[in-house]
């Protein structure tokens, strides 16, 4: 007679501790093996001056107490940065990054106890919103967070990406070596990231980090080569070998420097493609060329999550595209942060408050919330996903105008 097999036990709860610096070396290894890579010694140096331990949540097994030879079964971490809302207003953002669990101890709840335990802290730290980049589509959504950016791959054929006439050509373009692309690099990107929801500032160890360009991350290509305008910059290298120019960043504070960069790379000799990884959805491009088609996207995935922590911090902080007065009815079974709130707000600024009760509401997940917070979804959208639902179809339609932002979000720094 076959028994039923004996119910497996609960999971101990792991033992959390924050990082220290000599813990750099064992996460390296920790953090390889749930990601199937391997970091030497040149990456853990290189990545040095960029860990903050304070900032590193790592779990243990409950019976090795919090001793630092003990074996590290997860790891969570976080990067300092500004994110740009619509309108301009920038909120201090912790990065989400560095989140891995042991092949050995999955599906036990040590990734949840971290995360718990690491936003508990953001939430006390008054951080309005935390923000990440996934490896895997399905892990975040369940701790609140919203898909905010995405990532439009795109190729284009050299040869035949002729500009059409009249297309602006304003010239201004040099290239410049490694040294001097770090002296004007910085400031180009302060001022790009001032107009665009969703973009991330960079310190000046984040600059040095950036700029490495080490050999063994180049697949292969040659290393970065920089053209600059006043306005605007652009990062490519060249895979010699199918002819290919791979545009690792372009960054354009007006539409000059974006006509002035593109048609420099257009015209590069022996290539027959340009590639870019991370083309903006509403970017012109396509519209300066005599044929549209050229611009061939071949690949669009998610890019930046967000996750709001405080609700009228957040709402209160962007600029609406159009006057609205709503209440909120926001779920949010992670952390219960939720709750009623009215929302007042329009172009010249916003202002959102806790509701102990009120009239009608439209309902919304915080993982939608984080979805609209920076204008790259649609309010409609997320209704038919039942991700927001009312009984007031002009409510909806006035949170959908209203939370439009003037251009697509794009965070633009990978974390």
């Excluded at 860990?51 to 779990?59: C, K, N, T």
């Excluded at 910085?186 to 700029?211: C, F, K, Q, Y």
Aim: hydrophobic share 40%; aromatic share 8%; glycine share 10%.
């Amino acid at each position: 007679m076959l028994h039923p097999p004996a119910p497996r036990e609960r999971p101990t709860p792991p033992t959390l501790r924050r990082a220290t610096a000599d813990d750099l070396t064992a996460m390296a290894t920790a953090d390889g093996r749930g990601f199937g890579m391997h970091y030497t010694d040149t990456d853990i140096e290189d990545f040095r001056p960029l860990f903050d331990p304070d900032r590193f949540l790592l779990a243990q097994d409950p019976a090795d107490g919090a001793k630092q030879d003990g074996p590290i079964l997860g790891i969570t971490g976080s990067f300092p940065f500004d994110v740009t809302l619509p309108g301009g207003t920038t909120l201090p953002a912790p990065g989400v990054t560095w989140v891995s669990v042991a092949v050995t101890h999955r599906r036990q709840g040590i990734l949840r106890a971290m995360m718990e335990e690491q936003h508990r802290g953001f939430v006390a730290d008054a951080s309005a919103v935390s923000l990440l980049t996934a490896s895997e589509g399905a892990i975040y959504g369940r701790f609140g967070y919203g898909i905010a950016t995405v990532h439009r791959c795109v190729e284009i054929s050299r040869r035949r990406a002729a500009f059409r006439p009249g297309a602006p050509d304003p010239g201004g373009v040099r290239q410049v070596d490694p040294h001097e692309a770090r002296l004007l690099l910085p400031d180009i990107h302060r001022r790009w990231s001032a107009l665009v929801p969703g973009a991330l500032s960079r310190s000046e160890t984040w600059w040095d980090n950036h700029m490495l360009d080490r050999e063994s991350r180049r697949g292969g290509a040659t290393a970065l080569f920089y053209l600059v305008h006043d306005d605007g910059y652009a990062s490519y290298r060249i895979e010699r070998g199918d002819r290919t120019c791979q545009v690792a960043e372009l960054v354009s504070v007006t539409e000059e420097a974006h006509a002035a960069l593109w048609r420099v790379l257009l015209s590069l000799d022996l290539v027959e493609t340009v590639a870019r990884w991370s083309h903006p959805l509403d970017d012109p491009l396509q519209y300066l060329l005599a044929d549209p088609r050229q611009v061939r996207t071949t690949r669009i995935r998610d890019g930046m999550w967000a996750r709001i922590l405080d609700v009228p911090a957040a709402l209160s902080a962007r600029r609406y595209a159009a006057e609205l007065d709503v209440v909120l009815d926001v779920h949010d079974p992670f952390l219960e942060l939720g709750g009623r709130f009215r929302l007042r707000g329009g172009p010249d600024g916003a202002r959102c408050e806790r509701l102990d009760a009120g009239g009608p509401s439209v309902a919304v997940d915080v993982t939608a919330l984080g979805s609209l917070l920076f204008g790259g979804e649609r309010a409609v959208t997320l209704a038919r996903a039942g991700l927001l639902e009312t009984d007031d179809p002009g409510a909806l339609r006035r949170v959908d105008t209203a939370f439009l932002a003037d251009r697509l979000p794009q965070h633009g720094t990978e974390f």
